[in-house]
């Protein structure tokens, strides 16, 4: 039981400053500090026969159809739950016209949340645990075999470290692509109600069809700097550690778990966020989250009343996180015995 294979596709470890990469490599990691020997197969086909350890199976779209018999086999299965489990009704809150927009984003997340609820879940709870990567996701599933996991890796910036973060002088930051789903259309909104010029954009525009999608807004963000391309991790601490808040608005989210919220907080900065970030309900959560209905400018107004000119505790946060990923590893991982040394 001391051998575990984790079957994500296309798995490359210089991709893991993005999801699901990064949750892999956070588990892998975990997962060999606690005595584990850990390999990594593109396919559940690639299993070898007999294979009496565990398997941890990153969720797909196929997942949610068919198991495919894999909960009948020698080894433990888990599964990963990358994929979020949207239902209809999260795409109706999040907008169906910008659903329909951003339709070649979302469309296996729109298939998967047509499955019966009842189906996916039946499937899920074949297996001997799903880990889920969202607080919310965790909460909706109603199987007795779900955990919750919030892969977070610190000070994974390089060649940068937190001390190098100097004097913050950028009041408001968004980062990420010009998606709606993202949020950019909220940040563009909230530009434009409040006036400000202390705003920076770290907004991928590297390929045609992304400067495509930012067209739309740039007259909104004409008094913001903006900053294009893919930055390296250490271009990306540099830029995000001289700014106060973040503004991450994200509607849906491709993958669970968006890494750049945690690595904001990690920087010291306030967050506004929705529950889509996936750990918003932890004690000492240190931003605003945008209620359904509501405005980018009043969750930003609403954490100014709450918190004033005190700064969140981003220390107490993480720790929050770390016991509830103690818990889970305790629960699932335990650490092994050390084997004893040969001859």
Not at 59 to 79: I, K, P, T, V
Not at 81 to 100: E, H, K, Q
């Amino acid at each position: 039981m001391n051998d575990i294979i984790i079957i994500i596709r296309d798995y490359n470890e210089n991709l893991a400053k993005r999801q699901p990469w990064y949750t892999i490599k956070f588990l892998i990691m975990a997962l060999k500090i606690r005595g584990y020997r850990v390999s990594v197969a593109p396919s559940i086909r690639e299993v070898p026969m007999g294979f009496s350890g565990i398997v941890v199976k990153t969720l797909s779209l196929s997942d949610l159809l068919w198991s495919g018999g894999a909960e009948n086999q020698s080894f433990r299965l888990y599964y990963l739950a990358t994929f979020p489990l949207y239902r209809i009704r999260d795409f109706w809150r999040a907008g169906f016209a910008a659903v329909f927009r951003n339709f070649g984003d979302l469309w296996r997340l729109l298939i998967g949340a047509t499955v019966p609820r009842f189906w996916v879940e039946r499937h899920l709870q074949k297996s001997q645990g799903v880990i889920f990567l969202s607080d919310v996701r965790y909460r909706q599933y109603r199987g007795d075999n779900g955990y919750l996991m919030i892969p977070f890796i610190k000070g994974n910036w390089g060649q940068a470290s937190l001390e190098m973060s100097g004097r913050k002088y950028v009041k408001y930051v968004y980062v990420g692509p010009p998606f709606e789903t993202r949020g950019i259309d909220l940040v563009a909104r909230f530009a434009l109600e409040s006036g400000t010029k202390n705003l920076r954009l770290l907004v991928r525009q590297e390929r045609p069809e992304l400067k495509d999608r930012f067209r739309p807004y740039a007259k909104a963000f004409r008094r913001a700097e903006v900053v294009e391309g893919m930055l390296s991790r250490n271009e990306l601490f540099t830029q995000l550690a001289q700014c106060e808040m973040a503004l991450l608005p994200f509607r849906l989210v491709m993958a669970e778990c968006p890494i750049v919220v945690l690595e904001a907080i990690e920087l010291g900065l306030q967050v506004i966020t929705t529950e889509e970030c996936g750990f918003a309900s932890f004690p000492f959560f240190p931003g605003s989250v945008v209620l359904p209905g509501s405005t980018l400018r009043h969750a930003v107004e609403k954490f100014k009343v709450t918190y004033g000119a005190d700064r969140a505790d981003a220390d107490s946060f993480f720790g929050a996180i770390e016991a509830s990923n103690s818990d889970f590893f305790d629960s699932v991982f335990p650490v092994l015995p050390a084997e004893p040394p040969r001859g």
